[in-house]
Each structure stands twice: as structure tokens, then as C-alpha cells.
């Protein structure tokens, strides 16, 4: 006798995969174990599961691992049995135009990131503090300079929002 079986799931108990069953040899009733059904099974269907519930087989779609995209940008990605990509939900990320204020921040960042990369914050510290010699002091102060000159340069370009702020192009060398 053929058995199909089934995980027990919080909400569709789907379907696993098909046995043959053995008789009992002491009382010759067919074995059946625990989340296995004689019901027919229903056909294979492209982009669904079957699952066993009330005696009977079901079809539920199975978009698990589908990505989609708010029209805001937000990524989400399916993760339950029956959940549909929503109304107005997008299969692919949305082209977003940057804004001035998120460009400006990002320019921000990008300077601070140049600067600390050479002279971190407790270099640039022991620089103002006179720790180092005058010419350690003056190329930490040259160096923030320059960045600093580079980033108001950057932020008064009319293209801004169409620009990389994070290419070198637009950033001193460090010497």
C-alpha cells in the first residue's frame, strides 16, 4: 500500500514524500504511521506546495525566498508558505534618485573616512595637543585641511546628487 506523508507545520502540513507501507505480520492490517495518509495525492504544481488538511489534499503557493521591493526602496523577503508578493510590491529594486541631504552625508562620511584613515582620531588628538614635532603637527593639520577644502568643493557642485562622492577623483592624494 502506498502512504503519502506529510510534515506537521504551524499551518500547512506539507506534503514529504511517498512510502510503501508493510503489513503487520501478527495482525495483518496495514502499517500506517504518524502524518501519512491513503488519500490520493493531488499532481505536482510549478509554484505551489500540497499540503494535508481535513482530509484532503491542497495546493498553498510557495514564494519562500522571493524578494520584493516597496516602492520606498525597502527590500523584504518571503518567508512563509502562502504569502504573496503584495499589491504594488516590485521584483526588482527601484531606481531611487539620491537626495541633496543623503548626498551631502555621504560626502561627509566619505571626508571623515579619508581623514581618519591616515590620521585616526587619537593621532589627530596627539597632533593638536603637541605631541608630535612641528612637522607631524603641521601634516596632520594639512591633511584635514585639504580634505576638509575638497569636501566644500564637493558640496557646491550643481551635479552632486549625480556624482560619486566616493571616487578618489575628487579627494586629495595623501603625500
Same mark, same amino acid.
Given at each position: 500500500? %502506498?502512504?503519502?506523508?506529510? %510534515?506537521?507545520?504551524?499551518? @500547512?502540513?506539507?506534503?514529504?514524500?511517498?512510502?510503501?507501507? %508493510?503489513?503487520?505480520?501478527?495482525?495483518?492490517?496495514?502499517?500506517?504511521?504518524?502524518?501519512?495518509?491513503?488519500?490520493? !495525492?493531488?499532481?505536482?504544481?510549478?509554484?505551489?506546495? #500540497? $499540503?494535508?488538511?481535513?482530509?484532503?489534499?491542497? @495546493?498553498?503557493?510557495?514564494?519562500?525566498?522571493?524578494? $520584493?521591493?516597496?516602492?520606498?526602496?525597502?527590500?523584504?523577503?518571503?518567508?512563509? !508558505?502562502?504569502?504573496?508578493?503584495?499589491?504594488?510590491?516590485?521584483?526588482?529594486?527601484?531606481?531611487?534618485?539620491?537626495?541633496?541631504?543623503?548626498?551631502?552625508?555621504?560626502? +561627509?562620511?566619505?571626508?571623515?573616512? #579619508?581623514?581618519n584613515y591616515h590620521w585616526?582620531? =587619537?593621532?589627530?588628538? +596627539?597632533?593638536?595637543?603637541?605631541? $608630535?614635532?612641528?612637522?607631524?603637527?603641521?601634516?596632520?593639520?594639512?591633511? =584635514?585641511?585639504? +580634505? #576638509?577644502?575638497?569636501?566644500?568643493?564637493?558640496? +557646491?557642485?550643481?551635479? !552632486?546628487?549625480?556624482?560619486?562622492?566616493?571616487?578618489?577623483?575628487?579627494?586629495?592624494?595623501? %603625500?
Amino acid at each position: 500500500m %502506498k502512504l503519502s506523508t506529510f %510534515k506537521l507545520g504551524a499551518t @500547512y502540513p506539507v506534503f514529504i514524500e511517498q512510502i510503501e507501507t %508493510k503489513k503487520d505480520p501478527v495482525s495483518g492490517k496495514w502499517l500506517k504511521p504518524g502524518y501519512s495518509t491513503d488519500v490520493e !495525492l493531488i499532481a505536482e504544481k510549478e509554484g505551489f506546495q #500540497r $499540503y494535508f488538511k481535513d482530509g484532503s489534499w491542497h @495546493y498553498v503557493v510557495d514564494n519562500i525566498g522571493t524578494e $520584493y521591493w516597496d516602492e520606498d526602496g525597502t527590500k523584504h523577503t518571503i518567508t512563509e !508558505l502562502g504569502e504573496e508578493v503584495p499589491d504594488g510590491g516590485l521584483l526588482e529594486a527601484p531606481i531611487i534618485p539620491i537626495t541633496l541631504e543623503a548626498q551631502t552625508a555621504l560626502a +561627509n562620511v566619505e571626508c571623515t573616512k #579619508r581623514i581618519n584613515y591616515h590620521w585616526n582620531q =587619537i593621532g589627530q588628538i +596627539n597632533a593638536s595637543l603637541g605631541v $608630535y614635532g612641528e612637522e607631524d603637527t603641521f601634516a596632520c593639520a594639512a591633511w =584635514i585641511a585639504a +580634505n #576638509r577644502e575638497a569636501l566644500i568643493e564637493l558640496l +557646491n557642485r550643481d551635479d !552632486l546628487t549625480e556624482i560619486d562622492v566616493t571616487e578618489d577623483q575628487f579627494w586629495p592624494v595623501f %603625500k
